[in-house]
Nanobody
């Protein structure tokens, strides 16, 4: 059974940076598409960034140029480096994985496994 655990959330002032990590375990084949999603209470979940098996990436327009998704195939972890954070980036961030091909990237409905999430709060 796949298991994903996020870490690295916290509180930061606008303009600051945070790095989220997702520890991915419990599967024998790590050919997965991995994504980061965020949600604010009362709002729909938003795809933020995703990376496929080959290293191709996609980003939401609101974070392009500020956030970078990456993965470590040896550790089976993936990451979200968030720079120039804005108050509107405040949300609960979750990592997700799917073996669906082709990679659905920012379409969260096609992801199979989810972490519990980590809160990111950006103050003005």
């Amino acid at each position: 059974q796949a298991h994903l655990v996020e870490s690295g959330g916290g509180s930061v002032q606008a303009g600051g940076s945070l790095r989220l990590s997702c520890d991915f375990s419990g599967v024998t084949d790590y050919s997965y598409c991995m994504g980061w999603f965020r949600q604010i209470p009362g709002k729909e979940r938003e795809g933020v960034a995703a990376i496929d098996t080959y290293g191709s990436t996609k980003y939401a327009g609101s974070v392009k140029g500020r956030f970078t998704v990456s993965k470590d195939d040896i550790k089976n972890n993936f990451y979200l480096q968030m720079n120039s954070l804005k108050p509107e980036d405040t949300a609960k961030y979750s990592c997700a994985a799917t073996s669906t091909a082709p990679c659905p990237f920012l379409n969260g409905h096609l992801y199979d496994f989810w972490g519990l999430g980590t809160q990111v709060t950006v103050s003005p």
